[in-house]
């Protein structure tokens, strides 16, 4: 069978480059596609991580708020200092542990030096590492050596007195203040 073709060239041409024309526009058209559907998978997972994230930076925010308020509580800061002001004691009272018993043994030596002028008749712990010592002295005489072996002590030192009134008998009843040196 012998075909004619009745059509000119030019027509054909026209109609076969736009067949190919139409079959590049639709695989463009899919690429597209295909870019678009691809890149708003790609927002929407992200969007969902920044959603995750905002929601926990919230929860963060929400709890530094909680704790900051917490610690600028004034009955904190009042508790904090009266614990402070405790352990301070409680290391003060380990470091004098076992210093009355050395204490009183060198009140004790300034009063042996001369039994008959001088008398002691009380000392108690004022306070940490200060004694309050009374006592009897024959006269002002025995009352200044028992200073002058006072400051003389190494143990020793004179935080008030002496303060001294005359008894019945003519002797004077005494009281020192000493305290501790802060190195022993």
Same mark, same amino acid.
Do not use: C
């Given at each position: 069978?012998?075909?004619?073709?009745?059509?000119?060239?030019?027509?054909?041409?026209? &109609?076969?480059?736009?067949?190919?024309?139409?079959?590049?526009?639709?695989?463009? /058209?899919?690429?597209?596609?295909?870019?678009?559907?691809?890149?708003?998978?790609?927002?929407?997972?992200?969007?969902?991580?920044?959603?995750?994230?905002?929601?926990?930076?919230?929860?963060?925010?929400?709890?530094?708020? &909680?704790?900051?308020?917490?610690?600028?509580?004034?009955?904190?800061?009042?508790?904090?200092?009266?614990? $402070?002001?405790?352990?301070?004691?409680?290391?003060?009272?380990?470091?004098? $542990?076992?210093?009355?018993?050395?204490?009183?043994?060198? /009140?004790?030596?300034?009063?042996?030096? *001369?039994?008959?002028?001088?008398?002691? /008749?009380?000392?108690?712990?004022?306070?940490?590492?200060?004694?309050?010592? +009374?006592?009897?002295?024959? +006269?002002?005489?025995?009352?200044?050596?028992?200073?002058?072996?006072? $400051?003389?002590?190494?143990?020793?030192?004179?935080?008030?007195?002496?303060?001294?009134? $005359?008894?019945? +008998? +003519?002797?004077?009843?005494? &009281?020192? *203040?000493?305290?501790?040196?802060?190195?022993?």
């Amino acid at each position: 069978m012998i075909r004619i073709n009745l059509l000119p060239r030019a027509q054909r041409r026209r &109609r076969l480059r736009l067949r190919s024309g139409v079959a590049l526009a639709g695989a463009m /058209l899919l690429g597209w596609a295909a870019v678009i559907g691809t890149g708003y998978a790609w927002i929407a997972s992200h969007g969902a991580t920044a959603a995750e994230l905002r929601a926990s930076t919230a929860e963060v925010t929400a709890e530094i708020r &909680r704790l900051e308020k917490k610690r600028d509580n004034p009955a904190l800061a009042e508790r904090q200092r009266v614990l $402070r002001i405790r352990q301070e004691a409680l290391a003060r009272l380990r470091e004098a $542990r076992g210093e009355p018993a050395a204490a009183l043994a060198e /009140l004790a030596g300034l009063f042996e030096a *001369d039994d008959a002028a001088l008398r002691p /008749l009380e000392a108690h712990a004022a306070t940490l590492g200060g004694w309050r010592v +009374d006592g009897l002295a024959r +006269d002002h005489a025995a009352l200044a050596a028992l200073v002058a072996r006072v $400051r003389a002590e190494a143990k020793f030192h004179l935080s008030y007195g002496p303060e001294y009134a $005359r008894t019945a +008998d +003519d002797s004077l009843r005494f &009281r020192l *203040d000493l305290e501790a040196a802060p190195n022993q």
